[in-house]
């Protein structure tokens, strides 16, 4: 069945560092990559999102790289400060007649003053 | 413009027993979606419905089921509760595009706790 790997589970950063966080989705007919940053108590909310017509796209600090060949997405978020500390969802969406959209098990992003 | 609205939002239930938990999707969007949230787990993919249709599926036993109303708004149930079935329950609604982006807007969530 369709399945998204996320890596790392955790990372900590020192503000003003750059963290990457990679995604790697099994089904080839996945044509849409949202990316969700959920804070504590709070429901996910998209941050940036890629379709599979394109490979890069940024949106000031943030960034969105998708390599279709290799199945591979990441989403890079450079100067980090304190507020970008949450989880992170990587998700990969297939349009079969309907939406089916398969996160990754999440990422989550200490960043330290 | 309204959210969407996940009621209850907390409950708490006994092995054996059942649950219903409702959904409005914002205005105009006719897909909606369901996820269940457990630590470590991510958000794991229920069903997704339209026009009152269950579209896709994911891999929960059949102790999990759902509908959609004509005016969108869907509802999940969860029979003989397990202990396993305390999750965060969260619904999203979608526009359906023919962009192909299906760009999910999330309620705040059920909060099962099953004791």
């Known amino acids: 069945g369709e399945n998204v790997e996320q890596h790392p589970s955790t990372l900590s950063v020192q503000e003003g560092d750059s963290a990457v966080i990679k995604c790697t989705y099994s089904?080839?007919?996945?044509?849409?990559f949202p990316w969700y940053k959920q804070e504590l108590g709070k429901r996910p909310q998209l941050i940036i999102d890629?379709?599979?017509?394109?490979g890069e796209k940024k949106d000031q600090r943030i960034a969105v790289t998708l390599n279709k060949t290799a199945k591979h997405f990441s989403l890079h978020i450079t100067e980090t400060q304190p507020e970008d500390s949450a989880v992170y969802f990587c998700?990969?969406?297939?349009?079969?007649?309907?939406?089916?959209?398969?996160f990754g098990a999440g990422t989550r992003l200490f960043v330290k003053a | 413009k309204a959210g969407v609205t996940q009621t209850p939002r907390y409950l708490i239930k006994t092995r054996g027993q059942q649950v219903t938990l409702s959904c409005s999707p914002i205005?105009?969007?006719?897909?909606v979606s369901w996820y269940q949230q457990t630590p470590g787990q991510g958000l794991q993919f229920l069903f997704e419905?339209?026009?009152?249709?269950?579209?896709n599926k994911g891999n929960f036993p059949g102790r999990f089921s759902g509908r959609q109303f004509s005016n969108s708004r869907s509802e999940m149930n969860v029979s003989t509760l397990e202990l396993g079935d305390s999750a965060l329950y969260l619904c999203?609604?979608?526009?359906?595009?023919?962009?192909?982006?299906?760009?999910?807007?999330f309620g705040a969530g059920s909060r099962l706790t099953v004791l």
């Open positions: 999203a609604s979608s526009l359906d595009q023919n962009s192909g982006a299906n760009v999910l807007t």
């Open positions: 205005s105009g969007h006719r897909s």
């Open positions: 089904d080839s007919a996945s044509n849409y």
């Open positions: 419905y339209f026009s009152e249709t269950q579209r």
């Open positions: 890629i379709r599979s017509n394109v």
């Open positions: 998700a990969a969406s297939i349009r079969n007649g309907g939406f089916k959209t398969i």
